[in-house]
């Protein structure tokens, strides 16, 4: 990746990774094999609080998906700090291969790909051509915590 840094575009948008979320159970945030990292998935935590809860949706009572997109972002954010942990930096980053995003959805919702834009869209701006990848966005009936997303990474190493 030729130009700014991740760490520089970070900065640029104002981002500063969050520290890694705990793991809800008996798992690790991410694991590292060869030049690859795999992140576990990771909610919308903001300080070790869910930044939102319930099902997406439209309607009363449900998350709209605008809202939900920006949560996605936030779990996106989750995992980056997950991979840094893992790599020492993002500047490390060659490549994010796969997101796999899930969305808990109201059975009416067919809007998954719309939400895990927030994801996708983000780490397009932090990785330019690098953060192109491969996408699942998979409507759920209920995610942990009733989180509305949650987000996975497979990341390449250079």
Request: a negative charge.
């Amino acid at each position: 990746m030729s130009g700014p840094t991740v760490s520089q575009r970070l900065a640029e948008l104002g981002i500063t990774l969050p520290q890694v979320p705990a793991p809800l159970a008996a798992y690790v945030p991410a694991v590292r094999t060869g030049s690859y990292v795999w992140t576990s998935g990771q909610l919308p935590f903001v300080a070790g609080v869910l930044a939102g809860t319930g099902k997406v949706g439209i309607g009363e009572g449900l998350v709209p998906p605008e809202q939900a997109a920006a949560l996605a972002r936030i779990a996106v954010l989750n995992a980056l700090a997950a991979v840094a942990q893992q790599a020492g930096s993002l500047d490390r980053v060659r490549r994010i291969v796969k997101v796999v995003g899930f969305v808990a959805s109201d059975p009416s919702f067919t809007g998954q790909p719309l939400v895990v834009n927030g994801a996708s869209e983000l780490l397009g701006q932090l990785f330019g051509e690098a953060g192109v990848h491969a996408r699942s966005a998979v409507g759920v009936t209920v995610l942990p915590m009733d989180s509305p997303v949650e987000i996975e990474l497979v990341v390449e190493l250079g």
